[in-house]
Every structure is written in structure tokens, then in C-alpha cells.
Nanobody, 121 residues
């Protein structure tokens, strides 16, 4: 069952841009952190970008300077703005949010279904 709904994937040109979205259920209590992963065919899952509840961002070297992670707290939605796309960015992209569903101390991981990004001329 899908926990987060991803959208925005598709075909991009080298040097072009795409923006991925990741929407959480409106019923969540809070989001502690958001992470974008990607998995190319035959490769392991790689962490590309994170943003914490305090707004701190981190990026993998492979996307640093080209990708930007952001969030809209009012919409419980995360974004990954991908610029200067390269063929090597071709992968299935997954978002993950570490969330609280109640005011209690426990957190859980919510995952998106994945969205295909293909970069080709």
C-alpha cells in the first residue's frame, strides 16, 4: 500500500530539469525528516538528498549543486528540483519521510511508490 504519493517523473533531456513531488497523508502529526533516494537498474539504493525538520539539507556528491530538496509544511509535501540533468541520473526515485502520526514519542518511516526518471536525448 502506498504511504506517500510521488509524481513528476518522466523523460528529461540532458541539461534539462524535472521536479519531483512527494505528498504525505494529511493525517500525519509531524515530519521529522525527508529523504530522496534513487536506484538505477542493477544498482543499490542510494541516498541523494535529505532535509531535516530544522531545514538542514545534505546532498550526495553526485547531485550536489544540481538538485535541491525542499518542503512545503502546509501541504505535507516534499520536492526534488533536478537541474542540469545527466544520463547518469536515470533511476527510479523514492521519497521517504520520517513521521509522527500522533503527538507521542514514536516515529515511523513512510515510503513513496517510486517514480521513473529517464534522462536521454
Amino acid at each position: 500500500q502506498v504511504q506517500l504519493v510521488e509524481s513528476g517523473g518522466g523523460l528529461g533531456q540532458p541539461g534539462g530539469s524535472l521536479r519531483l513531488s512527494c505528498a504525505a497523508p494529511g493525517s500525519i502529526f509531524s515530519i521529522h525528516s525527508i529523504h530522496w533516494y534513487r536506484q538505477a537498474p542493477g544498482k543499490h539504493l542510494e541516498l541523494g538528498a535529505t532535509i531535516t525538520s530544522g531545514g538542514t539539507t545534505n546532498y550526495a556528491d553526485s547531485v550536489q549543486g544540481r538538485f535541491t530538496i525542499s518542503r512545503d509544511n502546509g501541504k505535507n509535501t516534499a520536492y526534488l528540483q533536478m537541474n542540469s540533468l545527466q544520463p547518469e541520473d536515470t533511476a527510479v526515485y523514492y521519497c521517504k519521510m520520517v513521521v509522527r502520526t500522533t503527538p507521542g514519542p514514536f516515529v515511523k518511516d513512510y515510503w513513496g511508490q517510486g517514480t521513473q526518471v529517464t534522462v536521454s536525448s
